[in-house]
Each structure stands twice: as C-alpha cells, then as structure tokens.
C-alpha cells in the first residue's frame, strides 16, 4: 500500500460514474405476457444494455396468467406445492435473479424491472444500490400518502406490512433490479401453491405468511392503473422517460431462450 | 442414510437474522457429507457460485472443526464473488442442524 492509497481510502465514498439523468431511460410497455416470456425478456433486455445496444430501461409486466416464479437459487421443491398448483392453473417458472418465491395472478400486482448501466450504482454495496435504485418508487408511494420504506435486505415496507420485495442479477455490464408489490392478493390461494416455512418466518415477527403481506389496494384504495401512471410519472419528472418498444430481434431472443434455456425443465429443476 | 426414494437423507433450514434462508439438503456415506445441495432465497454473484459452494462441502467429513469448512467455503468463491443475505458461516450453521 502506497502512502496515496492510504490518503484515498480516509475520503468518503466517491459518486457512482453517473447519474440517473445521464441517460434518457426508456419505457417499455407490452401487452400481458406469459411467464416465460417475462423470465426470457428480463436476462435479454439487461443484456441488451449491457451490450450497450438498448438505452437503460425500465419495463412494466403484465401477465396473462397465474404464475409462481421462484428465486435462481430456490429449490423447486421446498418453495412450490404442485398439487396446490395445478389445482389453481398456476404455472411455475424460475427467474435468473435470487430471492424468494412470489405467486402473481393478473391484475394483482404492479411489477416492473429496471435495466440500468452497472455505473449508475458502480462503488454501491448491494445494499445500498437496492435503496438507490427504487428510491423514485418510495417516493411515488410518499406521495400517495403511503409512507414507505426499503427495508433491508430487500422489501418495501410499511407500517402495516410488507408491500413488496426487490431482486436483482448483475449481468455483464448492466443491473437487472426487479420488483414486485402486491396490489390486491388471494391470500388463500397463496398459502395453497408455496410452501412456507416457520424458518423463514422466524425473524419477520409474525408467524403467518398471510398476515406479512398488506397490499397497495386496501393501503389507497385506489386502482391499480393510477398507481402505476403515479408510478410512471414520477420516475418522468425525476429522472426523464420516454415511451419505447421491446424490439424485434429482442422478442426474437427472447423467444429462443425459453426454447433452449427458461422454458426447460432443467432450468426450472435447477434446483430440484 | 440413504432415503427410500434416494432424495437426501438430511435436511436443514437457518434464517440468517436480518438476512435470508439458507437450506441445505445432503446424504452421508460414512461420517463424509455427499450429495450436497444448498439452496434458498439469498443473493450470490455471480450465480455459478453455488456449485462452487455444494462442490467445497462434497466429501467433507462431519467431524471437520467448523472454522475450517468455513474456510473451505470461501476459498472455493471466485474471487469476484458477493454472497448477500448469508455467508459461509451461515452455511455452517445450516448444516450443523442438518446433521443434528
């Protein structure tokens, strides 16, 4: 260690490389997709940007059906009761990102991924780029009266519940970070198709999985589609966005990959 | 032991405090660990790590003192890795209680 090393390293954290307004952000809307597809968008689209081939983006998902999606590193088994499943027309898919498992039906959650530059959080602790990175959603929330918080490691959360969780996967170049918040939610049918465990309730202060989630619908009772346009907005005035579109030779990608890799059932049995 | 239907015999899960769950699932041959599977829902970069981490307890005898398995664990890690949500020492306690 050199006598200037040791001089650096007593200054604070520098500044990422760059700033949200550094770039024009797109937003990419679709129709609803399968599960699949929005598995397959998410690795194609970050590396898109990570190629440096797509503006930094930001994509808001809609499905056309029920699906649990499970974390890169959950094993199919202990996270998902195919009876439960089946029984409810729920398709399983397994996502590139970590983290744990969620059960969406259309209409019932507001997800959206951010694909940014890795220098937009480059020097961040993970920690730290989870907050910085939805800090415009906390703010959206602010000012629909919903006073929220990112509570570590990666959930947004409320007086009253847990409203959502975050997700991420470093891909190349680029930050896939995805979110999902719960607008409305059958918590019945929830605890039929995943698997819950005491263990990873055991720190959460509550020993329901029922009780963890207090969705963005009885928190505003407002429509899903205001939030979202609110959403929208505020991202707009802080950081700019302009509409955009998935490009054809994304879809095409992205069609080839469920083929040879998200659609499989080696990927989805990973971990068995 | 083995089960019946050859899925692992052992099974244990640990709630990292502040941190997420680590589960492992694993068959012993003899007093060595075989078989290992490690998931949950934390966060490991890049993903390719949890084969490293399964692999560096492949074999591992259950009698190996904590600090070194820990050890293990982390000198398997490429260099650039980042766990988030849990660490070696995490995986240790979850395979302690599988083994209890």
Redesign the interface.
Known sequence: MTPSDSTLSDKPTPLPPTQWRDYQWELLRTPALDPLMHMALDAVLADEVAAGRRAPSIRLWEWTRAAVVI?????LK?EVDPVGAQRHGVEVVRR??????MFVEPGNTITYSVYAPGDLVRGMS??DSYAFLDRWVIDALGTLGIKAWYQ???DIATDTGKIGGA????RGGAVLHHVTMAYDIDADKMVEVLRI?K?????KGTTSAKKRVDPLRSQTGLARDVIIEHMMQTFRTQNGLVDANVQAHEWALARQQIEQKYGTAQWLAL?? | MQGPDRTPARHG???V?????V?I?LNLQGNLLSDV???????????EG?DDLNRALEGVAIDTPDAQIIARLNAALRPES?M??FSAEAVVVVLRRALA
């Open positions: 974390g890169r590193f959950q094993s202990n590139v990102s970590g983290g744990g498992a993970f920690q570590p490691l990666n997700a991420q996967a470093r465990g263990e990873k309730l055991s720190d971990v068995p | 899960e640990y709630k405090p502040g941190g997420k769950l589960v699932d599977r490690i998931s949950g829902d934390f966060f490991l970069e890049p993903p949890l980042e988030f949500g």
